[in-house]
């Protein structure tokens, strides 16, 4: 199998298993769905798992790299952005397709603090929890990483209510609540 067609399988796995479940997503589906045989895919990938991580992956990168652009389309300060992500949140959830998150869903369905899967579900978050550190930090605020993760804390949550309301109304509150978690976090003063 070439690099574009293992690519190729792997976003096509990867609607499979935002759509359906990992669990409930049998490797039948995904050789019918992606056309690839699979005798073809476990070559590549020796088991489901594998597959599995290979797509967690792949949404990693994509997800982060399209939401911190957004978020650096919508503001040029660092503060600026990290109200931006509520606005970039809101857009996502008015995705036609949206499902919630990939991360929390592969985190539920493989619960086991050290399998890999749920490993790599967490290091997704633990990513973005960097960025958001990196930008209180440079937006000036004390203890950037405790604001940081309040911020995660809030992201969250809405992506987890909008998931279960089929509402865009939680990137609202959350963005309500970061303003006021923001105009009350102190910052360090500059000599």
């Not at 045989?37 to 798992?49: A, D, G, L, Q």
């Not at 389309?73 to 606005?87: H, I, P, V």
């Not at 899967?117 to 960097?130: C, F, P, S, T």
Request: charged content about 30%; overall charge neutral; glycine content about 4%.
């Amino acid at each position: 199998m070439s690099r574009n067609k293992r690519t190729e399988l792997i976003r096509k796995s990867l609607d499979l298993f935002y759509r359906n479940g990992f669990h409930a997503t049998g490797m039948d589906l995904v050789a019918k769905e992606t056309g690839v045989s699979k005798t073809s895919i476990y070559k590549h990938f020796r088991t489901k798992e594998d597959l599995i991580l290979a797509v967690l992956r792949l949404r990693d990168e994509d997800f982060r790299n399209r939401l911190i652009r957004r978020m650096e389309d919508l503001s040029d300060t660092a503060e600026g952005q990290l109200m931006a992500l509520f606005d970039a949140l809101e857009e996502w959830f008015q995705q036609a397709g949206f499902q919630g998150c990939m991360f929390i869903k592969a985190s539920a369905e493989f619960q086991q603090k050290e399998h890999p899967i749920n490993v790599q579900a967490m290091e997704h978050k633990r990513l973005l929890l960097e960025h958001f550190t990196a930008l209180a930090e440079a937006a000036g605020f004390e203890n950037p990483r405790d604001l940081a993760c309040q911020i995660l804390v809030l992201k969250e949550g809405a992506i987890v209510l909008a998931a279960m309301s089929h509402s865009c109304d939680p990137a609202s509150d959350a963005r309500k609540a970061a303003q006021v978690l923001l105009r009350n976090h102190p910052k360090t003063i500059a000599n």
